[in-house]
């Protein structure tokens, strides 16, 4: 990561913080009016478009700020808006509550490209929260209704990177990567610096998890640049955990180190424990690579304790091999069997889950 980007980052972090304690206090209330006052309904919906993933807290702002003039909208801006806090919820873990607003949208809307939109978002939430069924009928209901989205620049854009998520989270990565291209096909009409970030960074990870190395670079490299250009911190550090992967694969864990060291102080200034998490994995693992066992245990550990927060099962796999063999190579030999055992027992775990997501979506396949 050049300096410039990472100068760059810490003044948006800057700005986010200056925001946050400017709405506490007594001006709280009067800010707030004044800013729904200065922009139209549809203007901050636009906002907050952008910002759900990129820049949380304020889209968080923004949502608040709708709520309490939740009445004044009109009713398209009244869907998108029950939309958007759907994400919000689920964003916060309160699934029932998220699911129960989608489907609300799903059931009540005459408007078929964002009841698709809300297809594709919950069915993500419910196959997170092991409703596997339940999850593969929206997202079979998502793709019956892509072709008719209307050509609004986010709405297909949206539903397709929540289909490629959710076939990547179950395993069928060949079914991701027919979206991710999809998606960057919608993506290149529009250019926009975000979608063309999140799309190149989709279909370089899964690129890269088939061993197409050379087309993951390539991609890998676009995902780079345009999430700079776009100053999305998420999907930069996502894009930069991809890059140093393939300089590991490379052997040049060094250099990888190298970038992974300095952007770290910015993973952590976001406050995004799942990328935080991802970010951890790589720097542990580099240092692991590059034989540093006191700095690979360290941050390991420190990453462990995360996934177990965020009740990741998969982080906490890739932990319990990285911890097992630091401790190996430490001679601290018990702790290295404790954590190859668990290692075993949550690769089991997470292969058991992943045929019955499979299971599931041949299910609901064949009712079609």
């Known amino acids: 990561m050049n300096k410039y980007y990472f100068e760059k980052a810490m003044k948006t972090i800057g700005t986010i913080i200056y925001i946050m304690v400017m709405l506490i206090g007594i001006n709280h ?19 907050i478009e952008v910002d759900k993933t990129s820049d949380i807290e304020s889209a968080k702002k923004y949502i608040a700020l709708l709520e309490t003039d939740y009445e004044k909208l009109n009713t398209e801006e009244k869907e998108l808006f029950n939309l958007f806090k759907g994400h919000a919820l689920a964003l916060e873990g309160k699934f029932d509550e998220s699911t129960k607003k989608l489907e609300e949208l799903i059931d009540n809307s005459k ?48 539903a397709l ?3 490629t998520s959710l076939f990547r989270q179950s395993g069928m990565t060949n079914t991701a990567i027919v979206y991710a291209r999809q998606m960057l096909k919608v993506v290149n009409q529009n250019k926009h610096s975000l979608q063309l970030c999140g799309s190149y960074f989709e279909l370089a990870d899964l690129e890269l998890s088939i061993k197409s190395v050379d087309m993951a670079r390539i991609h890998s490299e676009e995902a780079m640049l345009h999430c700079s250009k776009a100053n999305d911190p998420i ?24 970038l992974l060291k300095e952007h770290y102080p910015v993973v952590k200034s976001v406050d995004y424990k799942t990328m935080t998490n ?3 994995i790589r720097l542990a693992s580099t240092y692991l690579e590059l034989k540093d066992f006191i700095n690979a245990q360290a941050i390991a550990e420190l990453a462990y304790q995360r996934a177990e927060e965020l009740n990741d099962k998969v982080r906490l796999m890739e ?5 097992a063999s630091v401790y190996s190579e430490t001679g601290e030999l018990k702790k290295a069997v404790d954590y190859y055992r668990q290692y ?17 979506y041949y299910m609901v396949s064949r009712r079609k």
């Open 111 to 158: 408007n078929e490209t964002l009841i698709t939109r809300a297809h594709a978002l919950v069915s993500n939430i419910y196959l997170f929260s092991g409703n596997y069924e339940q999850a593969y009928q929206h997202a079979s209901d998502a793709i019956e209704g892509l072709e008719s989205m209307d050509s609004h620049p986010w709405h297909k854009y949206a």
């Open 161 to 163: 990177q929540n289909l």
């Open 319 to 323: 932990l319990s091999k990285i911890l």
């Open 278 to 280: 991802v970010f951890e």
């Open 235 to 258: 999907y930069y550090t996502l894009a930069l955990d991809l890059q140093t992967k393939l300089m590991a694969q490379a052997n040049k864990s060094d250099k990888a180190l190298e």
């Open 344 to 360: 075993i027992e949550l690769e089991k775990e997470i292969d058991i889950m992943t045929n019955k997501r499979k299971m599931a």
């Open 29 to 47: 209330v009067s800010q707030a009016k004044e800013s729904v006052e200065t922009q139209t309904y549809s203007n901050i919906l636009e906002a």
